[in-house]
């Protein structure tokens, strides 16, 4: 979840250092530092909590200029937020580190560090490393082998960056269940955690693999792999458009991402689906013998990902007629499992890198599933390469911590996955046709969503003094209402609770009041006149209703009763309309409440650690 960014150039790179901060912000941290070596053979080290704007206003007043460096956003695992824990850390004045991940062993190693003498000044599992560097490098003068004869003594998970001053011109990463990426440049190489730190310095990179080390100097970059031999990973172009990361004329990432769903959306299905069919092919040479192979699915995912997977059941259940599992990443990681024969196992991930969801991939290979496929929007993710199978859901950089766009993309690779499915288990062809021309369609569908965004804007004004909520949905709408009321969470932190409908006499109606709104999802479907008989007895309580419903559900305002009218679309296409206004509502009660939209506290976009 932290951030890395590190440079060796002919040039001062404090500002590219920092410029690269900047562009992992949306990652969430708490606190923000840097260390370059500097000019006079020493380590100048900067160190601040809260935003990277307060460490870049510090430089300002006492600069730090060297041509080798390392910077880090934080976001606190061991130790609370401080100026004191945050990174780099350093041992000496002449030995400074930078870490993302977890160090499971760290009390162990710090209990022997301190018996040899070493003090130390933070909380963190971090500050061991660096120690333990400082001690090898006494009988290993050379930096890169220090590392390498350090990683076997760490547990856990880590993506390092390292500088020393008696090595002035080299920086030495490592990587090892945590993302790290090197720049590659002319006369001038640097490290990420991301790729988007770097695009202001340049578009080529060169991702690690699990167990690599990294020498990088001016003019050259060496890696080993695990084993320590040597490697050479090929230099990939970035795919997406720099100014993909910048907000434009929007107040925030958030809304801009919203608007973007038309686009991401064509650009999802664009080469997957002709006027009539679905392109299969287009998923990879793999994907027909995983295909025809799979008579039971297991999704496993965390947070908006699990909800994908949770309207996917329904999909997979009702079109293919296969039993389809979702369970949440981190439950799933450590509990027996029984696989049902042939089944495929489905992750879904946004950034690639969600360290439960990559723990859970990689147990199920132990298990003996018939193949792994992974839905996610980073081409060089961890889950990407780890998988038999990629399905990318080409949302774009998605910045805001709140995932949007990154959803309903992936409701669209889902439901593509599923007509693939499906025509192994009796999908007949009208039944795909109808399905690709529903499809063809939703694009416009959400554009006609997205131009409601005024009334939705002046109904958020009836949560701005609440603080709690109640969405309900029944059958593939309650992921939706889940997925709606987490979003209302995250970034108005008003609490909000999602119900399928009928349970709601079986609890929740006992906290039924006008104090507690309920918002429902009523599109036009079987379920919908049961629905209706849920709703009265919210009304039957005083409670104030906010319905987002069919233009043809025949559900009318009334006192205490706001609607929303909706486009009327095929049942199959329903979720993916209907959390959009969802996403909306949530984006203006937070605006109301002054809240930070993109950077809500305590989350961070990419949840890399366990």
């Known amino acids: 979840m932290c951030g890395i960014v590190g440079a060796v150039a002919q040039r001062n790179v404090e500002e590219i250092l920092i410029e690269g901060l900047r562009r992992l912000e949306y990652r969430g941290y708490d606190s923000a530092g840097v260390a370059l070596i500097t000019a006079a053979g020493s380590i100048g080290r900067s160190r601040r909590m809260g935003k990277v704007q307060a460490l870049a206003d510090a430089l300002k007043e006492s600069p730090i200029h060297g041509h080798v460096g390392i910077a880090h956003t934080r976001w606190a695992t061991h130790g609370v937020p401080s100026e004191t824990n945050a990174h780099p850390h350093m041992s000496g004045e002449g030995l400074a580190i930078v870490h993302n991940g977890i160090i499971e062993n760290y009390e162990q190693l710090r209990r022997e560090l301190q018996a040899k003498g070493y003090e130390f000044k933070s909380q963190t599992d971090t500050e061991v490393i660096v120690h333990l560097l400082h001690d090898i490098l006494k009988t290993t003068p050379d930096l890169t082998a220090a590392v390498k004869q350090a990683i076997p003594h760490l547990e856990g998970a880590y993506g390092l960056g390292v500088v020393s001053a008696a090595h002035p011109n080299k920086l030495v990463a490592a990587r090892h269940g945590s993302p790290l990426v090197i720049g590659v440049g002319a006369g001038e190489h640097f490290i990420a955690s991301d790729q988007l730190a770097l695009l202001q310095v340049t578009d080529r990179f060169m991702f690690l693999d699990e167990g690599d080390v990294a020498e990088i100097t001016i003019d050259n970059v060496q890696v080993w792999n695990k084993s320590g031999a040597p490697v050479q990973h090929e230099v990939v172009r970035f795919e997406h458009r720099q100014d993909a990361a910048e907000k434009g004329e929007f107040r925030h990432y958030m809304l801009k991402e919203i608007y973007e769903q038309p686009t991401v959306i064509r650009n999802c299905l664009e080469g997957r689906i002709s006027k009539t069919h679905l392109l299969e092919q287009a998923f990879g040479v793999k994907a027909k013998e995983v295909f025809d192979k799979t008579r039971a699915v297991q999704i496993v995912a965390c947070g908006t990902s699990y909800h ?161 909520s109640l969405f309900l949905g029944r059958g593939a709408m309650y992921p939706i209402a889940m997925e709606g009321a987490l979003k209302l969470k995250e970034i108005s932190y008003i609490h909000a609770e999602a119900y399928p409908a009928g349970e709601l006499k079986h609890g929740p109606l006992a906290l039924v009041d006008k104090d507690m709104p309920v918002v429902a999802v009523a599109p036009q479907n079987d379920l919908l006149d049961k629905l209706k008989s849920n709703l009265e007895e919210v009304r039957a309580r005083g409670g104030e209703l906010f319905l987002f419903a069919d233009a043809k559900a025949g559900v009318e305002a009334s006192e205490g009763v706001q609607v929303l009218n909706l486009p009327s679309v095929s049942d199959l296409l329903e979720p993916i309309v209907y959390i959009v206004p969802l996403q909306l509502l949530s984006y203006h009660v937070a605006v109301l409440k002054g809240t930070d939209v993109d950077q809500p506290r305590n989350l961070a976009k990419s949840v890399t650690v366990e």
């Open 308 to 468: 994908s997977g949770m309207v996917a059941k329904y999909w997979i259940e009702n079109l293919v007629g296969i039993p389809c599992n979702v369970e949440v990443a981190s439950e799933y990681r450590y509990r027996k499992v029984v696989p049902l024969p042939d089944s495929m196992f489905i992750t879904i991930s946004q950034s690639g890198e969600t360290a439960d969801t990559l723990a859970a991939l990689r147990k199920a290979k132990e298990l003996g599933f018939t193949a792994s496929v992974t839905i996610c929007n980073v081409p060089s993710s961890s889950l990407v390469r780890e998988s038999d199978l990629a399905i990318m859901t080409n949302a774009g950089p998605e910045i805001g911590v709140a995932s949007t766009k990154a959803f309903t993309s992936q409701l669209t690779a889902l439901l593509m996955l599923t007509i693939a499915l499906g025509r192994r288990h009796g999908l007949v062809q009208q039944v795909e046709e109808e399905i690709v021309a529903d499809l063809l369609k939703l694009p416009g569908l959400i554009e006609e969503v997205i131009a409601l965004d005024a009334p939705i804007q002046k109904m958020a004004e009836a949560f701005a003094e609440k603080h709690h």
